[in-house]
C-alpha cells in the first residue's frame, strides 16, 4: 500500500508556470504507476497525465500536451506535474493517483491510491 501527498499548488497568473509534487510512502515506489487527475466545481474528474515505470512511458490528456509533463524521480519517491503556459481552464483541484497493476491508463479506476489534492487557482 502506498500513501499521497500532493503539494506545489497555489495562484498564478495565466501564461505562467508552476510544479505539483505528490510524495509516496513505501520502499516499492519505482514499481508504481503514477498519474494526475483534477476535478473542476462541477465537473467530473478528468485525466491529466500519467507515466509508467520509466520517463518514456507517459500519456497526457489533449488539454494539456504540450504544455504540461509528468516526470517522476524514484530515490525520491516523487512524481511532479510540471505546469507551464498555464490558462484559466487549469483551475482544478489535482490529484496524486497510483496503481500497482501492470497496466493503467486515462481512467480514474484504474488506480487504487489517490491523495487528498491540492488546489490549482489560475487568474486571467
Known amino acids: 500500500q502506498v500513501q499521497l501527498v500532493e503539494s506545489g499548488g497555489g495562484l498564478v497568473q495565466a501564461g505562467g508556470s508552476l510544479r505539483l509534487s505528490c510524495a509516496a510512502s513505501g520502499r516499492t515506489f519505482s514499481t508504481y504507476r503514477m498519474a494526475w487527475f483534477r476535478q473542476a466545481p462541477g465537473n467530473e474528474r478528468e485525466f491529466v497525465a500519467a507515466?509508467?515505470?520509466?520517463?518514456?512511458?507517459?500519456i497526457y490528456a489533449d488539454s494539456v500536451k504540450g504544455r504540461f509533463t509528468i516526470p517522476r524521480d524514484n530515490p525520491k519517491n516523487t512524481v511532479y506535474l510540471q505546469m507551464n503556459n498555464v490558462k484559466p481552464e487549469d483551475t482544478a483541484i489535482y490529484y496524486c493517483?497510483?496503481?500497482?497493476?501492470?497496466?493503467?491508463?486515462?481512467?480514474?479506476?484504474?488506480?487504487?491510491?489517490w491523495g487528498q489534492g491540492t488546489q490549482v487557482t489560475v487568474s486571467s
Open positions: 493517483a497510483a496503481t500497482d497493476r501492470s497496466y493503467s491508463g486515462r481512467r480514474y479506476y484504474e488506480y487504487d491510491y
Open positions: 507515466i509508467g515505470w520509466s520517463d518514456g512511458d507517459t
